[in-house]
């Protein structure tokens, strides 16, 4: 690795428009939501699930969706706080997962109703981190849980009420993209 002059070091490095690199305090920043981020890699998310698996067997997969959920609902609410307009705050949402790493994501079209989800919601994510990992293996069901947690979480800090999320195909199991159904639990 070549040695750098460090009185050149820039103050911050540009990422990309949501997240910056400050060599001087060697930290990731989250531009949006004002924190530390990290970078991460295949063998590590593989090896988080693999670990959560050999651990809790079947009980991995709840651990994960939990996780998203929190995060999500964090995600949703800060999101709504910041966005009045929920389809604008959902086109944010979708370009702040792209700009992370984690996906393309793409909502189907929506309707509210009374600020209330009226029907079903698709979600695509095409490129999806979490399910090109584990390469190693082709799974029969999908394995996206924590992203499915995620949206879940999402919905319920947007819209300021339980949903529900199932993954519906998984690129892990050889779908082109994965898909997800986010529907209201209280109807």
């Known amino acids: 690795m070549p040695k750098e002059d460090v009185s050149r070091v820039p103050e911050s490095v ?107 919601l698709r979600v695509t994510v095409e490129d999806n981190f979490f399910a090109k990992t584990g390469k190693k293996k082709k799974w029969e069901t999908p394995r996206c849980f924590f992203i499915a947690g995620l949206l879940a979480g999402i919905a319920e800090g947007l819209l300021g009420e339980g949903h529900a999320c199932i993954e519906t195909r998984c690129m892990a199991s050889g779908a082109h993209a994965c898909e997800f159904l986010v529907t209201r639990r209280n109807r």
């Open 14 to 120: 540009y990422l990309n428009e949501y997240f910056d690199f400050d060599p001087k305090a060697n930290k990731t920043q989250d531009k949006v939501f004002g924190c530390k981020a990290i970078l991460t890699n295949e063998e590590f998310w593989d090896a988080l699930q693999d670990g959560l698996y050999d651990t809790l067997n079947e009980g991995w997969s709840v651990i994960l969706f939990q996780m998203g959920l929190k995060y999500g609902t964090s995600v949703g609410g800060k999101a709504r706080e910041s966005i009045q307009d929920v389809q604008q705050a959902v086109k944010f949402l979708e370009s702040y997962g792209l700009m992370a790493g984690w996906g393309r994501f793409k909502a189907a079209p929506f309707t509210l109703a009374a600020g209330k989800l009226a029907g079903d």
